[in-house]
């Protein structure tokens, strides 16, 4: 049996299960009911509010936050309640086996996160938000709350993933995408309604897609565009506002392509 290796300097909450070869470093603190599988790394400084999750072989890296809070917990420990036993009331955090959780990246409650996936430094997820096996979240991104995100998506650098976004299995999106959901920029009450990017879609660098668009399968939207309509299957937009150029060329040879092809 390999044996766990835990730092004299890091905290374990008698609630705190662990596999076996797990890995913690100086000054992690694991609060209430965390679960790990065999495997496991949490480096440096890391802090871990249960219920949280974590599948075999993954590694957390330092100075993350896992189970961070939501609103109402945080109030509560500002009007000096028991942060500790309102936290008890968290919702569970999974994180599939064998996933890169690099440094600096906060996930709050109720987070889903399959199996081999990979964040950057500094990622932020929201509450109520689901991850597929094998994407890729970018360095500095942000995805914030009631997100649903597929398998296999790729999500470059300083993106931007509103509220109530969906994105399906291998779309990608380039860096300093960004994704919104009110259509009156707050001056006026709406119903938040975030884009729906569909399976193999691709969004180019510094693109924004307006609230509720639909990008639709294997489209591909040119840099620096300003999405404002739906956007058809396999076709090409570009422009402020976009507009379509063409279809999609048949002699593409994309790999993405041909994974969503019927």
């Keep these: 049996m390999?044996?766990?290796?835990?730092?004299?300097?890091?905290?374990?909450?008698?609630?705190?299960?662990?596999?076996?070869?797990?890995?913690?470093?100086?000054?992690?603190?694991?609060?209430?009911?965390?679960?790990?599988?065999?495997?496991?790394?949490?480096?440096?400084?890391?802090?871990?509010?249960?219920?949280?999750?974590?599948?075999?072989?993954?590694?957390?890296?330092?100075?993350?936050?896992?189970?961070?809070?939501?609103?109402?917990?945080?109030?509560?420990?500002?009007?000096?309640?028991?942060?500790?036993e309102n936290l008890k009331n968290n919702d569970l955090v999974t994180i599939g086996r064998n996933c890169i959780i690099r440094s600096g990246c906060i996930i709050y409650s109720n987070v889903k996160i399959g199996d081999e996936v990979e964040f950057g430094h500094n990622v932020l997820v929201r509450e109520n938000v689901e991850i597929?096996?094998?994407?890729?979240?970018?360095?500095?991104?942000?995805?914030?709350?009631?997100?649903?995100?597929?398998?296999?998506?790729?999500?470059?650098?300083?993106?931007?993933?509103?509220?109530?976004?969906?994105?399906?299995?291998?779309?990608?999106?380039?860096?300093?995408?960004?994704?919104?959901?009110?259509?009156?920029?707050?001056?006026?009450?709406?119903?938040?309604?975030?884009?729906?990017?569909?399976?193999?879609?691709?969004?180019g660098g510094n693109s924004t897609i307006m609230p509720g668009v639909t990008i639709g399968e294997g489209a591909l939207i040119g840099a620096l565009s300003i999405v404002t309509k739906d956007v058809p299957p396999k076709s090409i937009y570009a422009g402020v506002p976009a507009k379509k150029l063409r279809n999609i060329p048949n002699d593409w040879k994309s790999t993405l392509k041909s994974r969503i092809a019927t």
């Design 132 to 203: 597929g096996n094998k994407s890729l979240i970018g360095t500095n991104s942000v995805i914030d709350g009631y997100c649903q995100l597929g398998e296999n998506v790729s999500i470059q650098t300083n993106a931007y993933i509103c509220a109530y976004s969906k994105i399906e299995d291998y779309a990608f999106l380039g860096p300093c995408s960004v994704l919104l959901n009110d259509k009156y920029a707050a001056q006026k009450e709406t119903q938040l309604i975030g884009p729906i990017i569909k399976k193999g879609a691709s969004i």
């Design 2 to 84: 390999i044996r766990n290796q835990i730092d004299a300097s890091a905290y374990l909450d008698k609630e705190v299960e662990l596999g076996t070869g797990c890995r913690i470093e100086a000054g992690s603190k694991l609060f209430f009911k965390v679960k790990l599988s065999n495997n496991v790394w949490i480096s440096f400084n890391t802090i871990i509010f249960g219920p949280v999750e974590i599948g075999e072989g993954t590694y957390i890296g330092p100075n993350c936050i896992i189970g961070y809070p939501k609103r109402s917990l945080l109030k509560a420990k500002i009007r000096k309640e028991s942060l500790k």
